[in-house]
């Protein structure tokens, strides 16, 4: 059987680079050889947001540009979360298998309260729905940057003990660290990040992608100095390059006479004729949004039919039916 992967994306605003070469571009491969269920994690945006017409607009808007990169609603199980309501319902039966010792040890939850969001119940039980998520699908493998480790374990911790107290229930997921992930960096050098505005975004005005490069932070070699390949530019360059494009570059860079201007202009270039097509797409769902809306109900109903066949061998077993 084809292993099943799934992977929920938080509706934070515009994506960027980073986000593609992390994973984005790997899950849209992934539909080649698995199955891949990927939603828009609605309800987790809630336990930080409050206003209504962004929320909406931020879910809308991600769906979109996963579709556009290539997420394919056929091929996959493609959704958003709260159009699924088996996944609350899951999360509260799960809640009763979960240690409060274990979520009050969440680094995720200490660092948004330490980050100033509100200590609600919502953001405490983050990795409950997130776990729920997770079972309800019974996925086989779940992809995620280190940031998402622990919320990982929690999931395994509690299906385990749902496991252990009812039976085979539950698939234990694998979690599979994207090393990938952490390893971008933004035109700074710091790790590439919408907190800290050092992003290319994917679906930006062309001016505001051209801006963004033009600030990529360079060294102050002069033009007969050899260049460091150690730095943003050349980084961000290379995860648009095939092997033989990076020698090219690795070579201009060992070789007097570079200008920092010129590989500026040509990384622009590259980008925006990279991301065409996609940019393309999205420009056509955007402008037919009820296309879109088509295509989020029949993810939806295909994601349904596995969680309600979940949700009803879990009551079954936790005497709730
Ligand atoms: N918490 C994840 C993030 O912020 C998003 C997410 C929600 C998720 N549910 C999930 C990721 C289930 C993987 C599986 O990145």
Redesign the pocket.
């Known amino acids: 059987m084809k292993k099943r992967i ?5 509706p934070s605003g515009q994506l960027h680079v980073g986000n593609y070469f992390g994973m984005i571009e790997r899950m849209v491969n992934f539909q080649e050889e698995s199955e891949l269920l990927c ?1 828009i ?1 609605n309800y ?1 945006s809630l336990t930080s947001l409050s206003d209504s017409k962004k929320l909406e607009r931020n879910t809308f808007e991600a769906f979109v540009d996963l579709l556009s990169l290539g997420i394919d609603p056929q091929k996959s199980i493609f959704w958003v ?1 709260s159009h699924v309501p088996e996944v609350t319902e899951l999360a509260w039966i799960l809640s009763n298998f979960t240690s409060v010792g274990l979520m009050q040890r969440s680094t ?1 939850y200490k660092d948004k309260i330490s980050n100033g969001l509100k200590p609600n119940m919502g953001l405490f039980s ?1 990795p409950v ?2 776990a729920s ?2 079972l309800l699908y019974q ?1 086989n493998i ?4 280190k ?2 480790k622990q ?2 374990e929690m999931t395994k911790d509690i299906a385990l003990k749902f496991n252990n107290f009812y039976g085979d229930t539950f698939i234990i997921p694998e979690v599979e660290i994207d090393k990938n992930k952490d390893l971008i960096i933004g035109i700074d050098g710091k790790k590439m990040s919408k907190s800290y505005n050092n992003t290319i975004p994917i679906f930006g005005k062309e001016s505001q992608i051209k801006d963004q490069i033009m600030n990529i932070k360079t060294d102050s070699a002069g033009l007969n100095d050899l260049k460091d390949t150690n730095t943003p530019l050349f980084q961000i360059f290379s995860m648009f390059l095939s092997d033989n494009e990076l020698k090219t570059l690795d070579e201009r860079y060992n070789t007097p006479g570079l200008k920092y201007m010129e590989v500026k202009k040509e990384l622009f270039e590259k980008v925006m004729d990279y991301f065409s097509n996609q940019r393309k797409n999205r420009d056509k769902f955007i402008n037919n949004p009820d296309d879109v809306r088509d295509l989020m109900k029949l993810g939806a109903e295909k994601a349904r039919d596995i969680a309600s066949k979940t949700l009803l061998k879990v009551k079954k077993a936790a005497g709730l039916i």
Not at 6 to 10: F, K, P, Y
Not at 142 to 145: D, E, Y
Request: glycine residues 8%.
């Open positions: 799934l992977s929920g994306i938080q939603f994690a987790h979360q995720s983050y729905l997130m998520d997770i996925s779940v992809p995620v940057g940031d998402q919320h990982l």
